[in-house]
C-alpha cells in the first residue's frame, strides 16, 4: 500500500503543479493586462512586475482548491484510462480505502497550505499593500473616499475617532483628522495634522492645529447665554503625542481583505474591534474561514475521486476535466453565496464558513459509496421490481 500510496501522490502532485502554473500564469497575464493603464514615469514596468511577483502568494492561495481538484481529476483519470485503477480495486483496494488513501496524499498540501495562509500570503500581502503606497499612493482595501476611519476609548473615559486620509509605509500616516468626545459624546477637542507616526503605542501628530471647546460651551448654547469670553481655543502645536492603541500592524489590517490576515492578526484586530465597541461579525466569519481552508484541499480531493472513478469509454479524460472545472467554479461561488447570504442573514460563523464545505463532502461522499454499491443497489431493485429486469 505505500508503494502504491507514493505512486498516487507522485501523479497528483505533478498534475496539480501543471495546472497550478497555468492558472497562476493565465491570473497573472490578465492582471498584467489590466494594470497596463497605471504605467507612469513613477510606476514603470519592472514596478509592474514587482506588484504582480508580490502578488503570486495570494493568487496560489484562492487558486490552491481548485488546482487540486483538476489536478486530482487529471492524475486519476489518467491512471483510470491506463487501468491502473482496475488493479487496485482488483487487488483488493475499496472505493473507501482508496479514499483515505488519496486524504494521506492530502496532508502535505494541507501543511503547505497553513503555512501559505498564515505566512507567506499575510507577509506579501503588507508588502503588496506598502508597496501600492510608495509607488502608486493607494493600497484599497477599507478605504472609504474620506480614508480610513478609526474609534477608540481615551485615557479619560471618552471616545475617540480618528480619520487618516493616507497610510504610507514604515507605520507613517498623514492627513490625519482627529475627534475626541467627552463621556456624554460632547465634542472636547477638533484637531487636524499634516504628519503622524505610530511609535511604542503612540502616535505622534506633527503641524497640528487643534480647536477646543470650552466646558461650559453647551450649556451657554443651550440656554442662549451671554458668553463671557471665546467658546473654542484655537491652537496650533508643532507636535502632539497620543496614546493609543492603533499599531502599524492594525492599520495594515485595517487595509488587508480580513481573509487575507494570519490568524494571529485577525485575532488581535478583533479584539481591538470588540475593545472599541465595533463590529465584528465580518472578521469573526474570516477567521472561521482561515481556519477552515486546509480543510477545503480534503473536500476537493474528495470531489475528485467519485468523477475519477467513473468508468467511460475510450477514457473521456476531457469530459470528467470538464466537470471537474465546472465543480470548482461551483464550489467557488457557493461559498462567496454562503459568506454573503450568511452575513446578511447573521448566521452563525461557522455555519457561514463551513456550510459549502460539509455539503459538497457529504454529496461527494454519497456518490463515492453508491458506485461503491451500485451492483448491491441493481441487486435490490431487481429483486424488489423483478419486471426491471434487463433481458439478454
Known amino acids: 500500500m505505500r508503494t502504491a500510496r507514493r505512486y498516487l501522490a507522485k501523479e497528483i502532485y505533478r498534475s496539480t503543479m501543471v ?34 511577483a508580490l502578488a503570486l502568494p495570494t493568487t496560489l492561495y484562492d487558486l ?79 478605504r472609504l473616499n474620506s480614508g480610513y476611519w478609526f474609534k477608540e476609548s481615551d485615557n479619560e473615559d471618552g471616545t475617540r475617532i480618528i480619520n487618516i486620509a493616507q497610510l504610507k509605509s514604515s507605520g507613517n500616516v498623514a492627513d490625519i483628522t482627529l475627534y475626541e468626545f467627552k463621556n456624554g459624546q460632547e465634542l472636547a477637542r477638533f484637531s487636524t495634522a499634516k504628519q503622524g ?12 492645529k487643534q480647536t477646543t471647546v470650552k466646558a461650559n460651551s453647551l450649556s451657554t448654547l443651550a440656554n442662549a447665554v451671554q458668553p463671557d469670553g471665546p467658546l473654542t481655543l484655537l491652537e496650533t502645536l508643532p507636535k502632539r503625542t497620543l496614546k493609543t492603541s492603533l499599531t502599524p500592524e492594525r492599520l495594515i489590517a485595517r487595509v488587508l481583505t480580513p481573509e487575507r490576515m494570519s490568524i494571529r492578526v485577525l485575532l488581535d484586530y478583533i479584539d ?25 484541499l480534503l473536500v476537493m480531493i474528495t470531489i475528485a475521486a467519485p468523477i475519477s472513478f467513473m468508468q467511460t469509454r475510450r477514457g473521456g479524460v476531457g469530459s470528467k476535466v470538464f466537470i ?21 442573514n447573521q448566521w452563525a460563523p461557522w455555519v457561514t464558513a463551513l456550510l459549502p464545505n460539509l455539503g459538497a463532502l457529504g454529496l461527494a461522499l454519497g456518490a463515492l459509496t453508491l458506485m461503491e454499491n451500485q451492483h448491491n443497489v441493481r441487486r435490490f431493485n431487481q429483486t424488489r421490481w423483478p419486471w426491471s429486469k434487463s433481458t439478454v
Open 64 to 142: 490552491l482548491p481548485i488546482g487540486l481538484l483538476i489536478g486530482a481529476i487529471l492524475a486519476l483519470a489518467g491512471l483510470a484510462q491506463r487501468n491502473e485503477l482496475v488493479i487496485l480495486r482488483v487487488s483488493g483496494v475499496s472505493g473507501m480505502k482508496l479514499l483515505t488513501m488519496l486524504w494521506i496524499v492530502t496532508i502535505p498540501l494541507v501543511f503547505g497550505a497553513f503555512i501559505l495562509s498564515e505566512i507567506i500570503t499575510p507577509a506579501a500581502e503588507i508588502k503588496s499593500s506598502e508597496a501600492s503606497l510608495t509607488l502608486l499612493g493607494k493600497a484599497g482595501g477599507g
Open 197 to 208: 507616526q505610530f511609535t511604542d503605542g503612540t502616535l505622534v501628530l506633527s503641524d497640528v
Open 272 to 296: 481591538y474591534l470588540e475593545n472599541n465597541s465595533l463590529q465584528t461579525d465580518r472578521q469573526i466569519v474570516a477567521l472561521w474561514r482561515k481556519m477552515a481552508y486546509p480543510f477545503t
Open 324 to 344: 471537474g472545472i465546472l465543480l470548482g467554479v461551483g464550489f467557488f461561488m457557493l461559498n462567496q453565496l454562503a459568506l454573503n447570504v450568511g452575513m446578511l
Open 19 to 52: 495546472v497550478l502554473m497555468a492558472l497562476i500564469g493565465l491570473f497573472t497575464f490578465f492582471a498584467l493586462i489590466e494594470e497596463l493603464d497605471n504605467l507612469s514615469n513613477q510606476f514603470t514596468l519592472l514596478n509592474l512586475f514587482y506588484m504582480q
